[in-house]
């Protein structure tokens, strides 16, 4: 399986079930998915090149894949994708230096 990049905030001390970057981040770890943590800028938004590169938007959380691709919808939704197993149907959702 390939590793990933998991673009979050800072923030980690906080991992409530509502925060989406912490969710997404135990669901890569709980499916024993190999991940990179990338902490992505909090302000200005659009700093966040690298996510912007991969997903075509600023939000996070963001996963990147190995070919540069990218996937990103609501944190709750990501993380449930994840745990069923379906991460890797999102990869070419967005392909990768799209920024549509």
Request: aromatic share 4%.
């Amino acid at each position: 399986m390939e590793k990933v990049k998991l673009h979050r905030c800072k923030v980690t001390f906080f991992k409530g079930e509502s925060h989406t970057c912490h969710t997404v981040q135990r669901a890569l770890e709980e499916q024993g998915i190999e991940h990179e943590v990338i902490k992505a800028p909090m302000l200005p938004r659009s700093r966040r090149k690298d996510v912007e590169r991969a997903t075509g938007q600023h939000m996070l959380p963001a996963i990147e894949f190995a070919d540069g691709g990218g996937y990103r919808e609501e944190g709750a939704d990501m993380a449930k994708e994840i745990a069923a197993g379906r991460l890797f149907e999102h990869k070419g959702d967005v392909p990768g230096g799209s920024a549509g």
